[in-house]
């Protein structure tokens, strides 16, 4: 479930006009018509786009006397940001090994390289 919900978050902000319109909606809620203002496209394409993000759980949309502000919904990026940081981690954990490796290679001396016992 926490897949497929991922799955439509993510895919809601492949559109740069999608991630635009989240970036606003951090500022405060807007309705669609704000939304709107500073592209070039009809206020029904940019409803589309929020429809999409309103699918993935991004937005929501509540009633205000006439008014019908978009809200961002955060706990979305809670679990966005579970799924990131726990591959971030792996990422970070073979770094780890990585650079502990080179540096018990660096101790060892090179193939060919007389050791000091026979050196002595």
Avoid at 60 to 71: E, M
Avoid at 87 to 97: G, L, N, S, V
Wanted: hydrophobic share 40%; net charge negative.
């Amino acid at each position: 479930m926490t897949d497929d919900r991922l799955s439509l978050v993510f895919s809601a902000l492949s559109d740069p006009t999608r991630r635009d319109i989240v970036a606003r909606l951090a500022a405060g809620d807007a309705t669609v018509n704000e939304l709107a203002e500073p592209y070039d496209v009809t206020v029904q394409a940019v409803s589309k786009h929020i429809k999409v993000l309103e699918d993935a759980g991004l937005v929501s949309r509540s009633r205000d006397a006439q008014r019908r502000p978009c809200h961002l919904e955060t706990e979305v990026f809670d679990l966005m940001t579970k799924w990131i940081e726990r591959y971030r981690r792996e990422a970070e954990d073979r770094f780890r090994r990585l650079d502990a490796l080179l540096e018990r290679m660096g101790e060892q001396p090179a193939a060919g390289t007389p050791t000091k016992e026979a050196a002595s």
